[in-house]
């Protein structure tokens, strides 16, 4: 059983920036590939960005790239956000997933965090 608990979420000016954390409780972090995914009012969850389990591979979506960092420090069992030059339609609910499904383990979501960009 994996535990994820988002942080750092808050409201910011268009242009700022925010850095999200994600905290997993367990010894199985480096087995999981992390991700962080989000959600806006009236819309579907979206994928925002993934890192690989070792670090060394991330990609993004498209309406991210360039702006936001994904990144992850095993000794600490967290993954990160960094999201630069915040945008209104960056506003949404960012939960953060753990897959650990490639190894034979299970799928986990935390409870979100909001972000909220003001124009």
């Known amino acids: 059983q994996v535990q994820l608990v988002e942080s750092g979420g808050g409201l910011v000016q268009a242009g700022g920036s925010l850095r999200l954390s994600c905290a997993a409780s367990?010894?199985?972090?480096?087995?999981?590939?992390m991700s962080w995914f989000r959600q806006a009012p009236g819309k579907e969850r979206e994928f925002v960005g993934t890192v690989s389990r070792s670090g060394g591979s991330t990609s993004y979506a498209d309406s991210v790239k360039g702006r936001f960092t994904i990144s992850r420090d095993n000794a600490k069992n967290t993954v990160y956000l960094q999201m630069n030059n915040l945008k209104p339609e960056d506003t949404a609910v960012y939960y953060c997933n753990a897959d650990g499904r490639q190894l034979g383990f299970s799928d986990y979501w935390g409870q979100g965090t909001q972000v909220t960009v003001s124009s």
């Open positions: 367990g010894r199985t972090f480096s087995a999981y590939t």
